[in-house]
């Protein structure tokens, strides 16, 4: 099993940034791929960006650019980078971990971590 623990979001303006972070714990060495994934009130869950087990990044288009994933050296964690944040970014962020057979947590599932842009 593999715990997840998110961390990092908060209150920002347009236009600024923040990093979010997400530990994974136990058995972690049967994770390939992490990432994120979001969801507002009233809308879909979608994906935000993910990174395999070798490092390759996968960001969303409609993110232009803003946002940057990253994994830890010890590919325990992965991390989020965004900048430029916009208002219709608000939303919960969950992480997620892939291992060799399945996901070890449904996608927008658990606690997830609270950003909201203010306009």
């Known amino acids: 099993q593999v715990q997840l623990v998110e961390s990092g979001g908060g209150l920002v303006q347009a236009g600024g940034s923040l990093r979010l972070s997400c530990v994974a714990s136990?058995?972690?060495?049967?994770?390939?791929?992490m990432g994120w994934y979001r969801q507002a009130p009233g809308n879909q869950c979608e994906l935000v960006a993910e990174?395999?087990?070798?490092?390759?990044?996968n960001h969303a288009d409609a993110l232009e650019g803003r946002f940057t994933i990253s994994r830890g050296n010890a590919k325990n964690t992965v991390y989020l980078q965004m900048n430029s944040l916009k208002p219709e970014d608000t939303g919960v962020y969950y992480c997620?971990?892939?291992?060799?057979?399945?996901?070890?947590?449904?996608?927008?599932w658990g606690q997830g971590t609270q950003v909201t842009v203010s306009s």
């Open positions: 136990g058995s972690t060495f049967s994770i390939t791929a």
């Open positions: 990174i395999s087990s070798g490092g390759y990044p």
């Open positions: 997620y971990a892939d291992g060799l057979i399945a996901s070890y947590r449904p996608r927008c």
